[in-house]
């Protein structure tokens, strides 16, 4: 074939495709201009068949779906943001305060501070937050999304705790007491119906709202039942169809639940007391002071914690009267122990949160990796009584008994600490402790774990890194250059344990552990959860023993094959076994915490029956 024939042609090819693309650019260029689809003379109209919008008589003339879209400067302003408006409830020194997010924040130029991202965690935006008072403080973007989420379900819904129900009210569309009962193969049954009932709810941030019977009975069945009887509600259509069944079931799930729960008297051979007043008894009856020393030991710890007021002088006015409990125990090398912890469930639930966070396990192991790759140490502690440190958020009292001493027996005492048992306590000490760290140390928490506590810090070779803290409840662990002295700066502040201060071997439940690598002289970090899961393994073989059985010595999976729990109709466990498949459901869940995660799923669902196990659920 011709080569100047072929080139004519792909020329002749490139002109009229040039004219025809002129021409619809034209088109194009002429709709961009005048806003309209222009139609040649002969061309089909195509825009005939799409279909247009027709608005209903009862239609807003704002929604109408032709409106213009704005253009990128009519958009508002920067501050717009999603955060602005939305209600939190965020942390503002040692309480829990309800505000609203206004607007970014910005610095004394007028910029904004910190840059926003679709990830909380990576987001830096600064806001201010107005709380009810008026008061107006400044947040990151990663507390306030924090916050929110943790008051919300898993599809965005704000969740509320219910403090009592106070009222109920019915309207024309209740089903009456004649129309409450249908036939139903030849039996005459309740309706089941709910319909034309609402439930007056006071949640436990002091707001109350009027909620659907239906909705109240889905979340608090048993409070709602409760209160129907109460006020004499069981006769009505509405409750009579569900109330007696869900108050039956209650009553057999505790009288089968309670029967498992006992103290044992003695260990170890040795009888231990449930009061002062038989502690007291077993030393006059053996001739010994271990019990009395261990009360003296206790009450030496706590002993600050009181405000003990002259005979005569009575409580502030607010404070709520409460009582004191005593745990005796013998540990290992039968020493003696007492602890003694408040009755906080004499107490009403405080509105504002008070849970406490600790540091999660992956940032344990990303501190240790991170002393692996900077070379650096690691060296843990623990705080000696550190609750004991934090002052008391509440107001409670007691009255002395006989293990404060004879001169004191009846007076009132303050409670001035924040003393094990009472709600507050493990709340007042992490925010105590979140201050020190703060203020006094220079350290600030990390965004992605508020636990996780890092500064800067430059090393002997001047080199630049960061030293860290990990804090969980009153076990500390640091990683630095020198760990023994931000160590020693801390027991300033809190006393540590003497005895607790060096190299972490076990931390958390799970065994730590330095190793090296052939060609690299930086020490390594190993976490195995080895030595939990093999002391779990023996004390079920002992178990098993003592009952004539064995354990298995394969198992090719975790649960048997083909075992559905769900459909296990065996007979129900007695008190002294169900007790002994709850505890190793506990075991099982801790040793996932600590790494096995390959038995996660099946240890959840086998948790789910531990209210009323079954001898398949034990056997499995």
């Known amino acids: ?165 106070v009222d109920h009210k019915r309207d024309a569309s209740a089903v009456n007491a004649d129309d409450g009962f249908v036939t139903l193969r030849g039996r005459r049954v309740p309706k089941r119906t709910t319909r034309g009932w609402e439930i007056c709810v006071e949640w436990k941030d002091g707001s109350t709202s009027w909620e659907p019977l239906k909705d109240v009975k889905e ?18 259509p509405a409750f009579n169809w569900w109330v007696p069944y869900t108050l039956k079931k209650r009553d057999r799930i505790i009288r089968a639940v309670k029967r498992r729960f006992h103290r044992k008297n003695e260990k ?33 710890n706590i002993w600050p914690v009181f405000e003990i007021k002259n005979e005569g002088e009575t409580a502030p006015v607010g404070s709520t009267l409460i009582d004191l409990t005593i745990v005796f125990d013998v540990k290992m090398d039968f020493t003696r122990k007492a602890r003694i912890c408040a009755r906080g469930d004499q107490t009403d639930p405080p509105s504002a949160i008070t849970y406490a966070s600790v540091v999660s396990r992956e940032s344990v192991r990303i501190g240790l990796l991170m002393a692996a ?40 005492a303050i409670i001035k600490k ?67 002295a931000i160590l020693d700066r801390l027991n300033l502040y809190f006393l540590l344990k003497p005895d607790s201060i060096g190299k972490p071997n076990i931390y958390l439940g799970a065994q730590i552990q330095p190793f090296e690598i052939k060609g690299d002289p930086r020490k390594k970090w190993a976490i195995s959860s080895e030595q939990y899961v093999k002391e779990a393994v023996r004390l079920v073989k002992d178990w098993l023993e003592k ?37 190793l459901i506990g075991v099982l869940r801790w040793a996932v915490e600590l790494g096995r995660i390959d038995i996660c799923g099946e240890v959840s669902m086998m948790a789910s029956y531990t209210a009323m196990p079954r001898e398949g659920h034990l056997a499995a």
């Not at 961009?32 to 040649?40: A, D, K, Y």
């Not at 060296?379 to 004879?406: Q, R, W």
């Not at 140390?441 to 996780?452: I, Q």
């Not at 729990?565 to 505890?583: F, I, K, N, V």
């Open 1 to 165: 074939m011709n080569n100047e024939a072929i080139k004519e042609m792909k020329e002749e090819f490139t002109r009229k495709l040039n004219t025809k693309l002129g021409n619809r650019r034209a088109t194009m260029d002429e709709l961009e201009r005048n806003g309209m689809l222009m139609i040649e003379e002969g061309m089909p109209n195509v825009m005939e068949d799409v279909p247009r919008h027709e608005q209903y008589e009862d239609d807003d003339e704002n929604t109408n779906p032709a409106r213009p879209i704005p253009e990128a400067d009519e958009t508002p302003p920067v501050e717009y943001d999603k955060y602005v408006a939305s209600k939190v409830q965020i942390p503002v020194g040692d309480s829990m305060m309800y505000g609203t997010v206004r607007r970014r924040k910005r610095d004394e130029e007028g910029n904004l501070i910190g840059r926003t991202n679709d990830n909380p965690i990576l987001d830096t935006a600064m806001y201010e937050v107005e709380f009810e008072d008026g008061k107006v403080e400044a947040f990151y973007a990663n507390q306030i999304a924090e916050h929110i989420y943790a008051s919300v379900d898993d599809e965005g819904y704000t969740t509320y705790e219910l403090a009592e129900i």
């Open 219 to 236: 979340s608090h069945p048993v409070k709602l039942a409760e209160y129907a009887v109460a006020n004499k509600l069981v006769s009505e």
């Open 268 to 300: 170890f051979g040795l009888e231990i007391p449930n009061s002062v007043k038989r502690a007291l008894e077993i030393d006059k009856e053996t001739g010994t002071k271990y019990w009395e020393e261990a009360l003296t030991k206790e009450m030496k």
């Open 373 to 412: 790759l900077n070379d650096l140490d690691v060296m843990s502690a623990d705080v000696a009584g550190a609750y004991l440190n934090a002052d008391c958020p509440e107001k409670v009292h007691i009255i002395c008994g006989p293990e404060f001493g004879t001169e004191y027996i009846g007076r009132v």
């Open 418 to 484: 924040a003393l094990y048992g009472l709600r507050s306590s493990g709340f007042a000490w992490r925010s105590l402790c979140a201050k020190t760290l703060r203020e006094n140390m220079g350290f600030k928490p990390c965004r992605a774990d508020n636990d996780t506590w890092m500064r800067p810090a430059v090393k002997r070779n001047g080199e630049k890194y960061y030293e860290y803290i990990f804090v969980y409840t009153d076990d500390i662990m640091v990683v630095s250059e020198n760990p023994r």
């Open 547 to 583: 009952r004539g059985l064995m354990l298995k010595t394969r198992a090719p999976s975790v649960l048997p094959s083909g075992y559905v729990p769900e459909l296990d109709g065996s007979s129900e466990l007695d008190d002294e076994r169900a007790t002994y498949y709850q505890s």
